[in-house]
């Protein structure tokens, strides 16, 4: 009979262990998850594909290097929308899906003026004092 409780405890033990290590790693899992939060300057606005133009400061996100009013300016994305105040900011984002953000859909811009080939995002939360999500890379 006490062989048969020892078993047990043992069982016990082991499975304590066990939750406990699953915990830490869903936690460690949880972290990665979140949005990356990136520095960036709202350098200029396209009024006729309605645009902003940011320059990625710190974080992962690549851009691309553009020439805007005869000054060099690289790691550049755009993102569609309103206006945002020439400053600093802080932003989460994902990559602009065309289907899933339709509201941003551009205005219809003369031939003369070409779309900039630069990666567009779509900001999902910003803030100009500091990262919305406290994450910055």
Known sequence: MKRKIDLFEWLKGKAAILILLMGVFSFACEEQDQPECVKGKVIGYQSCYNVNLIQVLSGNLK??????????????????????????????????????????????????IAPLGVPIIAITNYSTSNCPLNNEK
């Open 63 to 112: 851009g691309e290097s553009i020439k805007l009013k005869e000054k060099d300016f690289d790691r550049v994305i755009q993102f569609p929308g309103g206006v945002l105040q020439d400053s600093v900011i802080y932003f989460n984002y994902e990559f602009f899906d065309p289907d899933k953000d339709e509201d941003f859909t551009n205005i219809i811009c003369p031939t003369h």
